[in-house]
């Protein structure tokens, strides 16, 4: 019985990745925008863009991480891992 094909790294579906990452840290960003505009704290412009360019970072940067293990998870040459994880 022939071993299955496993699947290549696509950089494509990363990028991809990247682009929702983006768009879900877009998402908190609103969020945050409308709780900090709604609260009487009083807190310095500066800050709070360099929270909300940190929260598009760190969201882009899981989303990337997350493809590119899942990808990398799914290609592994390892029989054993294939077996235990997709073998049931």
Same mark, same amino acid.
């Given at each position: 019985?022939?071993?299955?094909? %496993?699947?290549?790294?696509? +950089?494509?579906?990363?990028?991809?990745?990247?682009? #929702?990452?983006?768009?879900? +840290? !877009?998402?908190?960003?609103?969020?945050?925008?409308? #709780?900090?505009? &709604?609260?009487?704290?009083?807190?310095?412009? @500066?800050?709070? %863009?360099?929270?909300?360019? @940190?929260?598009?970072?760190?969201?882009? !940067?899981?989303? #990337?991480?997350?493809?590119?293990? %899942?990808?990398?998870?799914? +290609?592994?040459?390892?029989?054993?891992? &294939?077996?235990? =994880? =997709? +073998? %049931?």
């Amino acid at each position: 019985m022939p071993s299955p094909k %496993r699947p290549s790294f696509s +950089g494509a579906r990363v990028v991809v990745a990247l682009g #929702i990452g983006f768009v879900v +840290g !877009l998402c908190l960003v609103f969020f945050f925008q409308v #709780i900090i505009s &709604h609260t009487p704290a009083d807190i310095h412009d @500066m800050r709070i %863009r360099g929270f909300y360019g @940190m929260l598009i970072i760190s969201s882009s !940067l899981a989303a #990337i991480v997350i493809e590119t293990t %899942r990808q990398l998870q799914a +290609g592994s040459s390892d029989p054993s891992y &294939h077996h235990h =994880w =997709w +073998g %049931r």
